[in-house]
């Protein structure tokens, strides 16, 4: 019974280390280069916390939830100059999602401490490159940016009617050599089936990831295109999402976003815009 009961954990366990190497295999081919990442750690987490299963077994938050697979499409306006005005990515929806633990596309989540005022997780992301050189005229002989790998922990805290969401990241393959730090407050409400989220909250990113978005080198520089290497900056960002479960098994997201570009990025001359707008649709299909 003993040997049966940790067999099936340690197959569990098997099963979501090849999911983590098929997600990542998954997103570097089929994804597009665009600016605007998914939505935020924070934003994500109370997405998952709205449709996640919840149980008092002490194993199952770990290893007792559900798989879920779909679709999931985005559109976003891109910043560059001279790039098209909008980027549209289309990704397989694949995930393992626990009460504790997420394993999916979007990144991994798995709270290590919880209780009932707030939590702390070990989060893991992707960032894709931000840009593709041949996107445009003034991007091309750009050096080419690398896909970061990214670890870091993740923070909330139960507040009046909401969440306050926090989140660190650090670059851990050198794509960037750089930090990100977000902070934002977010309300979960419904109405009738709907479950919606309202928030927003500002995100540092270290001067490593603004010179990785849009710095330009020296040797880069040219008559239209001037060298560039930012500061840190501060970038400010409204969220909204909702979820509406067709049935107990399928649900559709709706997320959408908008940030504003400080003057670490708008002084870049890569860059025409002063915010990014995002919308984003899942189908998700539990099991």
């Known amino acids: 019974m ?3 009961f940790w067999t099936r954990r340690l197959g569990c366990m098997m099963v979501l280390g090849g999911l983590v190497i ?5 997103i570097m081919a089929l994804s597009s280069d665009a600016y605007a990442q998914s939505a935020t750690p924070g934003q994500k987490e109370i997405i998952r916390e709205q449709v996640n299963p919840q149980t008092e077994d002490a194993l199952k938050p770990w290893l007792g939830g559900d798989w879920q697979i779909g679709v999931l499409g985005r559109v976003s306006s891109n910043p560059y100059r001279g790039a098209d005005n909008t980027d549209l990515t289309g990704l397989p929806m694949l995930a393992y999602d626990a009460e504790r633990l997420h394993v999916g596309i979007d990144g991994i989540n798995a709270k290590v401490w919880e209780n009932k005022f707030g939590s702390v997780s070990l989060l893991g992301n992707l960032r894709m490159e931000p840009f593709d050189p041949d996107d445009s005229p003034y991007l091309k002989g750009l050096e080419d940016r690398d896909m ?15 969440e306050v969401k926090a989140s660190y990241l650090t670059d851990v393959n050198d794509a960037y050599g750089g930090h990100e730090v977000d902070v934002g407050y977010y309300i979960p409400t419904n109405w ?8 927003g909250g500002v995100t540092w990113q270290s001067e490593e990831l603004v010179d990785y978005n849009v710095g330009v080198k020296r040797s880069e520089a040219r008559s239209d295109r001037g060298f560039y290497a930012p500061d840190a900056a501060f970038v400010p960002h409204l969220d ?6 067709v049935t107990e098994s399928f649900a559709v997201i709706g997320t959408s976003d908008v ?4 003057d670490e990025y708008t002084d ?9 707008i995002s919308a984003g649709l899942v189908l998700v299909y539990t099991f």
Not at 240 to 245: D, E, G, K, L, Q
């Open 240 to 245: 909204f999402s909702v979820i509406y479960p």
């Open 148 to 162: 970061a790998f990214e670890a870091g922990l993740g923070g909330s805290l139960r507040l009046w009617r909401g």
């Open 22 to 26: 098929s997600t990542t295999a998954i």
């Open 268 to 276: 870049s001359s890569i860059i025409e815009d002063d915010y990014v």
């Open 259 to 262: 940030r504003f570009l400080p």
């Open 2 to 4: 003993v040997s049966y």
């Open 192 to 199: 009738d089936k709907f479950n919606f989220n309202i928030g």
